[in-house]
């Protein structure tokens, strides 16, 4: 079966530090993947999509960038974290039938 | 990007009550996904409505897909607090990127 890690699960960083987040995927191989944004209780935007290793497509310019070093794993990066940046991120994979299949998401506190 | 309108944005009912969401856009919607997300998860997929004037069934929930394929309803029946989450609707563009709407916000008070 098909599963999907994102972690970690809460991250409280300082303004002007770098940022990692890791998203993977099993049970499925050549995924597309998504990473999402989401302010508090509000709708998800989509900030990076990929089709495939080392193909990515950037929705929104931003502090933000996003890489797919390997087949089941998408990666969103900073170099320096800004206020704005704080957030609830969510990745995704999509499965058969154009569903989306969600992370459990990681919560940001930029301070 | 084509935008997807929710409304409304927040809903705060009683248990026993019923309520529709709404999800319209000004442009063809080639199919349309409904989620629901509870705090801090991820959405879930409850259904895909694809084809003009289709209407699907999941238990209290029922899913309304316009004839135009431009708007689309999700109507609960006697909702429980177990309903109570953000509701997403989303439109698939180019066959690779999910655009969601706003969501609406869903209390159900026992």
């Known amino acids: 079966s098909q599963t999907i890690h994102q972690w970690p699960a809460t991250l409280v960083q300082p303004v002007g530090s770098p940022l990692s987040l890791e998203c993977t995927v099993e049970g499925t191989s050549n995924p597309n993947l998504y990473w999402y944004r989401q302010a508090a209780g509000r709708g998800l935007q989509l900030l990076f999509y990929?089709?495939?290793?080392?193909?990515i497509s950037s929705e929104v310019p931003q502090n933000l960038s996003a890489s797919r070093p390997q087949d089941r794993q998408f990666i969103l990066s900073s170099k320096k974290l800004l206020l704005s940046d704080s957030g609830f991120y969510l990745c995704?994979?999509?499965?058969?039938?154009?569903?989306?299949?969600f992370g459990s998401g990681t919560q940001l506190s930029v301070l | 990007t084509q935008l997807l309108e929710q409304s409304p944005q927040f809903l705060s009912i009683q248990e026993g009550e019923n309520l529709t969401v709404y999800c319209n856009s000004s442009?063809?919607?080639?199919?349309l996904q409904w989620y629901r997300q509870e705090p801090g998860e991820g959405p879930v997929l409850l259904v895909t409505v694809v084809t003009g004037g289709e209407v699907k069934k999941l238990k209290r929930l029922t899913f309304q897909f316009g004839d135009a394929r431009k708007d689309s309803s999700l109507h609960i029946t006697a909702a429980q607090p177990g309903d109570t989450g953000l509701y997403l609707c989303?439109?698939?563009?180019?066959?690779?990127?999910?655009?969601f709407g706003a969501g609406t916000i869903l209390r159900v008070k026992s």
């Open positions: 995704a994979y999509r499965g058969t039938n154009e569903k989306l299949f």
């Open positions: 442009s063809v919607f080639s199919s």
């Open positions: 989303g439109n698939m563009e180019y066959g690779n990127k999910l655009v």
């Open positions: 990929s089709v495939g290793i080392g193909q």
